[in-house]
């Protein structure tokens, strides 16, 4: 069986590229796959990876400072150019099974259903439609004309890929009833959910007494790092401290995060880059992760942090809640609730021994999600589709 793979980004390179280099490793045990993205360098792989290249107006349109707002543009000019060039390559490399990424591959799956292969849509996020709304609702809350949200058009293209489809891959139970919830049938909607490397990813000994809240990823509306940082300074608890480990991505927030840190000292910003530092030089200095997404089609960091050994706090609409067993290994809040987070954060901080044995619960829940066990999800999937026996 021939497969290709397609994602205008790097395998292995923040949250969605590890997610893609899961699946890259996993489709590459069932078929022969072919990966199709915009890495200018190719990863050592066992499978070829063959660059589209990026679209030339998407990155001036990015390092114009005027412009760079119009983020919305930026990204639906650089997905066209890359969905134009797997289309392109398409119609001379046949396969049998194409699996592209949301927003990325509209005219692909036209091309390689022409030639009667079938089309698998994998969605990193939430139901598009329903991402954008949180956005919507994030940006009045902030006031922030900065926002980055996604172009009408890009939207028109994610139902399109959705109507071709004939199945739609998502992260957690969280993502696919957005989808349900959008009318599409069960049915049509598989759940993958992430691995994690439990050896990279492994508790140390905390070297002191700090209770210290941790958050890692891009600072931006859909995150609710505003949300944290105001349970945090609720919770008001004794020897405590705030890591922020991530950069901001709007004028509005990077404002934030300046007066934040300029008038709280326990409250820090960290920046780092997992693909190439130590983890456990964050994550084993921390007391519990704290993932207050408003949307979230998952949120690998949280399965990081529960292989490190730390409990957890994620909200419902997080697609992390799917391996949150609420009280055990970590607690579920509504989004957007900063009283929910502040009063768990209290509660952990209060009962050491419980926090301790919480992280030992997330430790043994991070351990199930392994290669092995992704590999046997995502092979019956196939079997289900009736693309193996």
């Known amino acids: 069986m021939k497969i290709t793979l397609t994602c205008n980004t790097s395998l292995g390179k923040g949250g969605q590229g590890i997610c893609l280099e899961n699946a890259a490793l996993a489709l590459s045990e ?9 890495d200018l360098e190719s990863p050592k792989t066992n499978f070829p990876v063959y660059s589209m290249g990026y679209s030339r107006w998407s990155q001036r349109l990015l390092n114009t400072p005027f412009l760079r707002r119009r983020h919305d543009w930026a990204v639906l000019m650089g997905d066209l150019y890359f969905d134009k060039q797997v289309s392109k390559t398409l119609k001379s490399q046949f396969c049998d099974l194409i699996m592209g990424v949301a927003g990325q591959t509209n005219l ?14 994998y969605c990193l996020n939430n139901y598009l439609p329903f991402m954008q709304s949180q956005i919507h609702q994030e940006l009045e809350f902030i006031g922030d004309s900065t926002v980055a949200k996604m172009n009408p ?24 009833k957005t989808f349900i919830q ?28 700090v209770f210290r809240v941790l958050y890692v990823g891009t600072i931006e509306p859909r995150k609710g790092v505003i949300y944290l940082v105001n349970a945090f300074l609720q919770a ?9 480990v991530g950069g901001t991505t709007t004028r509005g927030l990077k404002i934030f995060m300046e007066k934040t840190l300029s008038q709280h000292i326990n409250i820090k910003q960290e920046f780092r880059d997992f693909s190439q530092d130590d983890p456990t030089e964050i994550f084993g200095k921390s007391s519990v992760l704290v993932l207050p997404s408003v949307e979230d089609g998952f949120g690998l960091v949280a399965l990081e942090a529960m292989a490190s050994g730390l409990p957890v706090i ?12 609420n009280g055990v290994n970590g607690f579920i809040v509504p989004p957007r609730n900063i ?22 619960f997330a430790r043994t829940t991070a351990k199930q999600f392994n290669l092995e066990n992704y590999q046997q999800q995502l092979r019956q999937i196939f079997v289900q589709e009736g693309l193996l026996k």
């Open 30 to 38: 069932i078929g022969d796959l072919t990966v199709l993205s915009a």
């Open 108 to 121: 692909g799956f036209k091309t390689a259903k022409a030639t009667g292969a079938k089309a698998w849509l």
């Open 153 to 176: 058009r890009m939207l028109d293209r994610f139902e399109g890929e959705c109507q071709q489809a004939d199945l739609i891959v998502v992260l957690s139970d969280v993502a696919k």
């Open 182 to 209: 959008a009318g599409y049938t069960s049915e049509k909607v598989a759940v993958l959910r992430p691995f994690v490397d439990t050896n990279r990813f492994h508790p140390v000994t905390k070297a002191d007494q």
């Open 236 to 244: 008001n608890i004794p020897n405590s401290e705030l890591l922020i």
């Open 314 to 325: 994620v909200t419902s609409q997080c697609g992390a809640a799917d391996v949150v067993n």
């Open 339 to 360: 009283e929910a987070i502040a009063d768990k954060l209290t509660f952990l901080a209060e009962n050491k021994t419980i926090r301790s044995e919480m992280g030992t």
